[in-house]
């Protein structure tokens, strides 16, 4: 028994899916006795914390992947009923959980793609539940934590795939949060329902973000441009479509 316990913690991919699992069971104990208390919590943050940062290598790179991460469980947890629809969405954010740790350790061999992959639905959680949530209290505060949440992932996804040009990337960064601050503010404002919305921002967000990266490595055709231009107009079109506008 010991020896397929030491093969187990020796193993990488075991230790990864290990520590997911105890992501994910720690996330359902809180689920499970609601309000969760002091000690779930604490429990949670701690081990997060702890196989986040064992081994230390790359940890300040993927931190604010982390920490959003953290903060959609939480929310997560708040909204979700304990039942088969609940468990299976902390096992994605377990999932989530498996691929931030593989990324940053570099346990994977196509770091790139899983990161682009986790990035997104990061991106797309925190947009989420900022139209899931209630808005009526709070708004500005929110509204403020939204953005600095874009300008902190879209800075730490910008120096993943662009890992030059750091003052041209600061700024870049800056543009970029600026303008999707200001598209959350509009699309707050249609009444085309919280899923509809996240998905707009997901969108807008994604081609805005290929547009720069294309830019930083000479890529930036006119083909890119039009591709991208056309896939925003389609995939609004079906959204506003898709969308029953009720006020």
Do not use: C
Request: aromatic content about 20%; overall charge positive; proline content about 2%.
């Amino acid at each position: 028994m010991l020896k397929k316990l030491n093969s187990v913690f020796k193993n990488p991919d075991l230790r990864l899916i290990l520590k997911a699992l105890i992501f994910a069971g720690l996330l359902i104990w809180q689920l499970s006795v609601k309000p969760a208390g002091f000690f779930p919590i604490l429990l949670f943050i701690s081990a997060s914390f702890y196989f986040y940062w064992r081994p230390v290598f790359l940890g300040r790179q993927f931190l604010v992947s982390f920490l959003v991460l953290l903060i959609v469980s939480f929310l997560a947890i708040k909204f979700l009923n304990f039942g088969i629809a609940g468990i299976a969405s902390i096992l994605l954010l377990a999932v989530l959980f498996y691929l931030l740790l593989g990324i940053k350790n570099l346990i994977f061999v196509n770091r790139s793609s899983l990161y682009y992959l986790l990035s997104n639905i990061l991106f797309f959680l925190m947009f989420f539940f900022f139209f899931l949530i209630d808005k009526s209290q709070f708004f500005l505060i929110k509204y403020l934590s939204v953005g600095l949440g874009t300008f902190f992932l879209s800075k730490e996804f910008l120096f993943f795939f662009i890992p030059d040009f750091s003052k041209r990337r600061a700024l870049i960064t800056a543009g970029f949060s600026f303008l999707i601050f200001e598209l959350i503010w509009v699309i707050s404002l249609l009444p085309i329902g919280f899923l509809n919305s996240s998905a707009l921002t997901l969108f807008a967000a994604l081609i805005l973000m290929d547009f720069i990266v294309n830019h930083f490595n000479g890529a930036l055709t006119r083909r890119v441009i039009l591709r991208n231009a056309t896939s925003w107009i389609i995939l609004s079109i079906i959204i506003f479509a898709a969308s029953n506008w009720g006020l």
